[in-house]
T-cell receptor
Framework: GQQVMQIPQYQHVQEGEDFTTYCNSS?????IQWYKQRPGGHPVFLIQ?????EVKKQKRLTFQFGEAKKNSSLHITATQTTDVGTYFC????????FGAGTRLFVKA | DTGVSQDPRHKITKRGQNVTFRCDPI?????LYWYRQTLGQGPEFLTY????????KSRLLSDRFSAERPKGSFSTLEIQRTEQGDSAMYLC?????????????FGPGTRLTVL
């Protein structure tokens, strides 16, 4: 079945440094979604990309969908302590498949 | 919108007991989903309802699991004869087909601990 793999599993950064998490699939994805889960919280939808090569920005966050629609990335510029949490990529419609997530730690 | 709510937030039970969780979706959301999340993993899809119809069920859902959405509003997830491996966070999400690309909104989850 369809799987999405995320790397890295963990990332420790100093506040102000950039952060990137990557999502890969062996099959073509119909879409890619990104969620953020704060420690002790629930997943919160950030964005969905559907077009090949699509790039979207939300303030300091930049999301990309690969040309072959098999990979995606989330880049955070100048991390802040409020960015702490786990970032998940996911794909699918009603049956959404989630990656294992990248847990971001930000040291002030 | 008051958001997706789930009850209870925490449940501790002994192995072999039955448990039931409730999810109240955002009003007017016609789609409802159940996921299971274990520590260090992403949510795993369990099942999906459109209105009152259960349209998809994961192979992860053994015969001990059953979900209902009798009137197309709230949903229940029952686990019979619980096992220690059932310990996890059970998340509910809802969405509205046709709105905002069917964005799923998650509830706070029910954390199940099976002793």
């Amino acid at each position: 079945g369809q799987q999405v793999m995320q790397i890295p599993q963990y990332q420790h950064v100093q506040e102000g440094e950039d952060f990137t998490t990557y999502c890969n699939s062996s099959t073509t994805l119909s879409n890619i979604q990104w969620y953020k889960q704060r420690p002790g919280g629930h997943p919160v939808f950030l964005i969905q990309l559907v077009k090949s090569g699509e790039v979207k920005k939300q303030k300091r966050l930049t999301f990309q969908f690969g040309e072959a629609k098999k990979n995606s990335s989330l880049h955070i510029t100048a991390t802040q302590t409020t960015d702490v949490g786990t970032y998940f990529c996911a794909s699918g419609g009603f049956k959404t498949i989630f990656g294992a997530g990248t847990r971001l730690f930000v040291k002030a | 919108d008051t958001g997706v709510s789930q009850d209870p937030r925490h449940k501790i039970t002994k192995r072999g007991q039955n448990v039931t969780f409730r999810c109240d979706p955002i009003s007017e959301h016609n789609r409802l989903y159940w996921y299971r999340q274990t520590l260090g993993q992403g949510p795993e899809f369990l099942t999906y309802f459109q209105n009152e119809a259960q349209l998809e069920k994961s192979r992860l859902l053994s015969d001990r699991f059953s979900a209902e959405r009798p009137k197309g509003s709230f949903s229940t997830l029952e686990i019979q004869r619980t096992e220690q491996g059932d310990s996890a966070m059970y998340l509910c999400a809802s969405s509205h087909s046709g709105r905002a690309r069917d964005t799923q909104y998650f509830g706070p989850g029910t954390r199940l601990t099976v002793l």
